[in-house]
Nanobody
């Protein structure tokens, strides 16, 4: 069974940094785009950043210049480096990936279970 497992969420003071990780486990043929989304209390889930298999990235305006997404294709892992954190960054962060598993070879869009990032005001 293929799944995404996130880690790295924590409570961090404003201005601090945090690094989230998300690893895809199981029998995997390929992974296309990977990304991070977040959902604050009472809000809809929103895009934070995405990265293609070739390394092209896209960011939400609210995090540009502060967050950086990267991936290690050999480890099937995507990272989100978050710097200069603000209280408005408080949310549950979810990993997302397009995965082609073995032996089905049927494309799946997977979500992680979420990891909580808290930046107190």
């Amino acid at each position: 069974q293929v799944q995404l497992v996130e880690s790295g969420g924590d409570l961090v003071q404003p201005g601090g940094s945090l690094r989230l990780s998300c690893a895809a486990s199981g029998s995997i043929f390929s992974i296309s785009a990977m990304g991070w989304y977040r959902q604050a209390p009472g809000e809809d889930r929103e895009l934070v950043a995405t990265i293609t298999s070739g390394g092209s990235t896209k960011y939400a305006e609210s995090v540009k210049g502060r967050f950086s997404i990267s991936r290690d294709n050999a480890k099937n892992t995507v990272y989100l480096q978050m710097n200069s954190l603000k209280p408005e960054d408080t949310a549950v962060y979810y990993c997302n990936a397009g995965v082609v598993p073995i032996p089905s070879y049927s494309y799946l869009e997977l979500w992680g279970q979420g990891t909580l990032v808290t930046v107190p005001s």
